[in-house]
Nanobody, 115 residues
Framework: QVQLEESGGGLVQPGGSLRLSCAAS??????MAWYCQAPGKQRELVAS???????NYADSVKGRFTISRDHAKSIMYLQMNSLKPENTAVYCC???????????WGQGTQVTVSS
């Protein structure tokens, strides 16, 4: 069983920044990813990073968000800059053992972008 714990969410004004963290209890994986789910909407991929540090971003966050990870501590980060109200959502991290699906989910952390 893998445990994932997110932190770093909160309330921020439009144009502001937040850094989310996801600590994983397991060091080996195929990829880790950040997903978000806004009220009334489906969960969607924000960004992902493979064990080889290949990254992928949703078009809506390219140039504003950066995904990274600390190999030694098994922590994944999401640096979010130039935040917009439409980025308001619960952000969850997921861990994949293979390309086809997410095998483990964290509980999520709320991000609210509002003036």
């Amino acid at each position: 069983q893998v445990q994932l714990e997110e932190s770093g969410g909160g309330l921020v004004q439009p144009g502001g920044s937040l850094r989310l963290s996801c600590a994983a209890s397991r060091l080996s994986f195929y990829a880790m990813a950040w997903y978000c789910q806004a009220p009334g909407k489906q969960r969607e991929l924000v960004a992902s990073i493979t064990s080889a540090d290949r990254t992928n971003y949703a078009d809506s966050v390219k140039g504003r968000f950066t995904i990274s990870r600390d190999h030694a501590k098994s922590i994944m980060y999401l640096q979010m800059n130039s935040l917009k109200p439409e980025n308001t959502a619960v952000y969850c991290c997921g861990l994949q053992h293979s390309p086809d699906r997410v095998h483990y989910w964290g509980q999520g952390t709320q991000v609210t972008v509002s003036s």
